[in-house]
């Protein structure tokens, strides 16, 4: 099993959208609805934004949104706020009751 | 208000065993299985595995040999087991509940770094 990639780094400005990637194979993004994304700001435990690709728990602003295609997910963050600049990581079910995460990206608000 | 409040030695020596604990407060401990996560200093998130209030099991396959993750449901604590420990085991371990779907992590502990260092 190897990590879900993700970019490194990714910014947008403030009011903008940004859209980030998860690319994982047919043997875990792919084959499954279990992706789910994480927010983790500096010092902090991370936080659930999205889970079953699209669906977010309660409390999560709807300008947080998720999809997938293939064998990528993807996370976007619509209206970007300063308090969005964050690491972000997806996770997916990996068969075999494993789960797999992506290296993180760093979200950066201009 | 769900709370996990976890613990255990943050300091070990080569070969040594880490041991953490983690307490649930509210979380519907019989409803869930109970996970272990680590993070590399500067790095991302592995999933070292969870367990639920049955005592059932899932390992991360790269871990196995090393992982033994139990339950004392009548204290509703869950707790980890990492044995023969290297550098590439410091880390910052966390806890964090399941949810009601699979392979979702809802709540979290505030997290334990772990040193080895000898």
């Known amino acids: 099993q190897s990590a879900l990639t993700q970019p490194p780094s990714a910014s947008g400005s403030r009011g903008q959208s940004v859209t980030i990637s998860c690319t994982g194979t047919?043997?875990?993004?792919?084959?499954?609805?279990?992706v789910s994304w994480y927010q983790q700001h500096p010092g902090k435990a991370p936080k659930l934004m999205i889970y079953?690709?699209?669906k977010r728990p309660s409390g999560v602003p709807d300008r947080f949104s998720g999809s997938r295609s293939g064998n990528t997910a993807s996370l976007t963050v619509s209206g970007l706020q300063a308090e969005d600049e964050a690491d972000y990581y997806c996770?997916?079910?990996?068969?075999?009751?494993?789960?797999?995460f992506g290296g993180g990206t760093k979200l950066t608000v201009l | 208000q769900v709370q996990l409040q976890q613990w255990g030695a943050g300091l070990l020596k080569p070969s040594e065993t880490l041991s953490l604990t983690c307490a649930v407060y509210?979380?519907?401990?019989?409803?869930?299985?109970w996970n272990w996560i680590r993070q590399s200093p500067g790095k991302g998130l592995e999933w070292i595995g969870e367990?639920?209030?049955?005592?059932?099991?899932n390992y991360n396959p790269s871990l196995t040999s090393r992982v033994t993750i139990s339950v004392d449901t009548s204290k509703n604590q869950f707790s980890l087991n990492l044995n023969s420990v290297t550098a590439a085991d410091t880390a910052v371990y966390y806890c964090?509940?399941?949810?009601?779907?699979?392979?979702?992590?809802?709540?979290w502990g505030q997290g334990t770094l772990v040193t080895v260092s000898s």
């Open positions: 079953e690709i699209n």
């Open positions: 509210d979380g519907s401990f019989s409803n869930y299985f």
């Open positions: 964090a509940r399941g949810g009601d779907t699979p392979m979702i992590l809802t709540y």
């Open positions: 367990i639920n209030h049955n005592g059932r099991t």
């Open positions: 996770s997916s079910y990996a068969g075999s009751n494993s789960l797999l």
């Open positions: 047919s043997s875990d993004i792919g084959g499954y609805d279990y």
